[in-house]
């Protein structure tokens, strides 16, 4: 696609429930970044996929949170059990290989409100 | 630990002023330093800086990184309101996982 996709842009749940937030990267980019931004907050990493490599998980604020990329392209990012401080906006970045640059291009994210 | 550290952090003008946003840093290893304007929710890039003393420049924008005293500055001539944002700065560590190191940003009000 023409840029990197994010759904849906806004969620509501319920403290408990488990979340799915998707991301779509641009077309032939290589490698996939999850960040989260809370209020008043800089960008914090979470986690990286490149390729066919294993990712880099050491963002993961705890084992409720995890992420995975089918066939090198769509990301899922799964919050199980989701509690309030998970709220924030969660963006996704993919850019080329790293070996290309580290210009990263961002979805407009998926805000997340856990009542 | 890797930290980024902007100022001010916010900064309210009017229409026409310039204004000089900063950005410190310190990492293991650098790699590069991008900055970044988020108006609602997608950051969009404006400029990766390398090598020190070197101005980038795009219109009204311009950035120049400082790689010995740890520092860029990001310039905004004759704002517009349009310019109002939060302004990104994050470092790109040398390593695989080219991961960003972001600042807390700096929130630029331009009143008409």
């Known amino acids: 696609g023409a840029g990197v996709s994010q759904s849906p842009s806004n969620k509501v749940t319920e403290k408990g429930k488990d979340v799915e937030l998707r991301c779509d990267p641009i077309?032939?980019?290589?490698?996939l970044y999850w960040y989260r931004q809370s209020l008043g907050q800089g960008l914090e990493f979470l986690i990286y996929?490149?390729?066919?490599?294993?990712?880099?998980k050491s963002g993961l604020p705890s084992d409720r949170f995890s992420a995975e990329r089918t066939g090198g392209s769509v990301s899922t990012l799964t919050i199980q059990r989701t509690q309030q401080e998970d709220s924030a906006v969660y963006l996704c970045?993919?850019?080329?290989?790293?070996?290309?640059?580290?210009?990263?291009?961002f979805g407009a994210g998926t805000r997340l409100s856990v009542l | 630990e890797d930290k980024v550290v902007q100022s001010p952090l916010s900064l309210v003008v009017h229409e026409g002023d310039t204004v000089t946003l900063n950005c410190s840093y310190e990492v293991t290893n650098f790699r590069s330093l991008l900055w970044y304007k988020q108006e609602k929710k997608a950051p969009t890039f404006l400029f990766m800086l390398t090598s020190s003393g070197i101005e980038k420049k795009s219109g009204r924008l311009s950035s120049i990184l400082d790689k010995k005293e740890l520092f860029s500055i990001l310039n905004i001539t004759a704002t517009q309101t349009g310019d109002s944002a939060v302004y990104l700065c994050?470092?790109?560590?040398?390593?695989?996982?080219?991961?960003?190191?972001f600042g807390t940003g700096t929130l630029l009000a331009v009143q008409p």
């Open positions: 970045a993919s850019s080329l290989d790293p070996a290309g640059g580290p210009i990263q291009y």
């Open positions: 996929f490149q390729g066919n490599s294993a990712p880099d």
């Open positions: 077309s032939g980019h290589t490698a």
């Open positions: 994050a470092v790109a560590p040398g390593g695989a996982t080219n991961k960003l190191i």
